[in-house]
């Protein structure tokens, strides 16, 4: 079996299409083979790409382990072409799961400041439970509101639209919008404290 593999890579003219081809009957070694050959140019490709060494790390196992799976369906004539086209993908995977993660971040943040703002004192470990048992409070406390409250609240201290923008997206004169905004938050108040002691 490898005499004729070492034969078939040798009268190939594209010997990637034989390690491929061997991949996709799940050739470990013929995936090791590909791996070294194409790796540190793409690992450098990836790196140019997203900026980051342990990203473009992550990215290039997923590349190869993609690569892996759908070998059996390659009709290609170029394998580094082939590689790069899933090293791009994935690329787009993780700096998408990045941003993502990103923007909870932020979103927690501005729960945690709207929580504070609500009345539950400082940020720091003196005032402050645990962060997840916090979300989970605010969470139950903004289902608990008026539609038109949660609205408010949403938009003008989690999304931070400036009072200006938040009455414009609610079709208020802005003293309408702070007025609803004050009730809103005195509301959450409330909601947030029987949360508290239903504990």
Same mark, same amino acid.
């Given at each position: 079996?490898?005499?004729?593999?070492?034969?078939t890579?040798?009268?190939d003219?594209?010997?990637?299409?034989?390690?491929?081809?061997?991949?996709?009957e799940?050739d470990?070694?013929?995936f090791?083979?590909?791996a070294?050959?194409?790796?540190?140019?793409?690992?450098?490709?990836?790196?140019?790409?997203?900026?980051?060494?342990?990203?473009?790390?992550?990215?290039?196992?997923?590349?190869?382990?993609?690569?892996?799976?759908?070998?059996?369906?390659?009709?290609g004539?170029? +394998?580094? =072409?082939?590689? $790069?086209? *899933? %090293?791009?993908?994935?690329?787009?995977?993780?700096r @998408?799961?990045?941003?993502? &993660?990103t923007?909870?971040?932020?979103?927690?943040?501005?729960?945690?400041?709207?929580?504070?703002?609500?009345?539950?004192?400082?940020?720091?470990?003196?005032?402050?439970?645990?962060?997840?048992?916090?979300?989970?409070?605010l969470?139950?406390?903004?289902?608990?509101?008026?539609?038109?409250?949660?609205?408010?609240?949403?938009?003008?201290?989690?999304?931070?639209?400036?009072?200006?923008?938040? +009455?414009? =997206?609610l079709? $208020?004169? *802005? %003293?309408?919008?702070?007025?609803?905004?004050?009730? @809103?938050r005195?509301?959450? &108040?409330?909601?947030?404290?029987?949360?508290?002691d239903?504990?």
């Open positions: 079996s490898n005499r004729r593999w070492a034969f890579m040798t009268c003219p594209n010997p990637d299409r034989a390690l491929i081809h061997r991949c996709g799940g470990r070694a013929a090791d083979a590909l070294r050959r194409h790796g540190p140019r793409l690992l450098a490709f990836l790196q140019r790409l997203l900026g980051d060494r342990s990203l473009a790390e992550d990215a290039l196992q997923g590349t190869f382990l993609a690569a892996f799976r759908h070998a059996s369906g390659y009709r004539d170029s +394998a580094r =072409a082939w590689l $790069l086209t *899933i %090293a791009r993908n994935e690329a787009s995977r993780l @998408a799961r990045e941003e993502r &993660a923007r909870n971040a932020s979103l927690m943040d501005s729960l945690m400041d709207l929580g504070v703002a609500a009345g539950w004192g400082a940020r720091d470990p003196e005032h402050l439970v645990s962060l997840a048992q916090q979300s989970e409070r969470k139950d406390a903004l289902r608990r509101l008026e539609g038109s409250e949660r609205e408010v609240l949403l938009l003008r201290d989690v999304q931070q639209l400036s009072g200006k923008e938040t +009455a414009q =997206a079709g $208020l004169p *802005i %003293a309408a919008m702070k007025s609803r905004l004050h009730r @809103a005195l509301r959450l &108040a409330v909601e947030l404290r029987k949360g508290k239903a504990r």
